[in-house]
């Protein structure tokens, strides 16, 4: 099997994904990429086949969108550097994300199985039946108290495992079975990190918001004391 097996996507990648792409499916960790999930400004997400299941492979835009200015920007000794630090960056966010849903997850919280990282891509457990499972943003819960109840054990557990998710909203929530999977990792810093009390009243502050709205009132204070809390 050549790397024309991801001809289809030879233009939606660059050619160093491309490579990277075959790479992690030569490694066993999926077959081949059945569809688009998200196609978005910062990752595409995509459904890959390995075997009889389904998984995610979320890849971050690197040239992708930039193809030709970065090819523009090879051919010149001035920018080498400025492209090479900006992959470096975009290496480092796809490794962070992949430490942090591993870290999560020996925590204990329900979170995407983190499979292989490699450069660019992560490759990841598919939260979902035989579809992935929608956002929060897409399907309310049922059961708004119950799940908020889950939710708030879920970020407790992460606290526990001593990070801060920093970008809680109902875009990455998925609502599984009207269970709460929390995702999209790259951005959850330690609780080392300065001014973390402040990212975490932030995701407390959105849930306030988001769970206001279908009549559960909560408390941002005493959340976050909750959460906290030994
Ligand atoms: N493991 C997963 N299982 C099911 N669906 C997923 C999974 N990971 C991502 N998705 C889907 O893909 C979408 C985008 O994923 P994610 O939020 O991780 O990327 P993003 O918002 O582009 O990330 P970033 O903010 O880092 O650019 C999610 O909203 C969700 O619908
Ligand atoms: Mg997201």
């Not at 998200?38 to 009889?52: A, L, M, P, R």
């Not at 992708?64 to 900006?86: H, T």
């Not at 708004?144 to 495992?161: C, G, S, T, V």
């Not at 009243?201 to 005493?222: K, P, Q, S, T, W």
Request: with cysteine.
């Amino acid at each position: 099997m050549g790397k024309n097996k991801f001809i289809t996507y030879e233009n939606v990648f660059d050619q160093s994904t491309l490579r990277g792409l075959f790479k992690v499916s030569s490694q066993g960790y999926f077959d081949e990429i059945k569809s688009p999930v998200k196609i978005g400004k910062e990752s595409n997400v995509f459904t890959v086949e390995s075997g009889d299941e389904l998984r995610i492979v979320k890849v971050y835009r690197t040239a992708a969108s930039f193809a030709k200015m970065m090819d523009y920007m090879r051919a010149d000794p001035r920018y080498m550097n400025v492209n090479g630090s900006k992959l470096t960056v975009v290496y480092a966010w796809a490794k962070k994300e992949f430490a942090n849903l591993l870290k999560a997850r020996k925590g204990g919280v329900t979170v995407p199985t983190p499979y292989a990282v490699h450069k660019n891509i992560l490759c990841m457990e598919m939260i979902g039946d035989s579809t992935p499972a929608p956002m929060l943003h897409k399907r309310s819960p049922d059961n708004i108290e119950l799940f908020y109840k889950r939710l708030r054990r879920e970020i407790k557990k992460l606290y526990k495992a001593r990070l801060v998710h920093t970008d809680i909203s109902e875009y990455n929530i998925l609502n599984f079975n009207d269970k709460p999977v929390l995702i999209d990792f790259s951005h959850a810093v330690d609780l080392r990190y300065p001014g973390v009390e402040k990212f975490l009243m932030r995701d407390i502050n959105n849930l306030v918001r988001y769970f206001g709205r279908f009549g559960l009132d909560l408390d941002a204070d005493e959340e976050y004391a909750k959460i906290v809390a030994k």
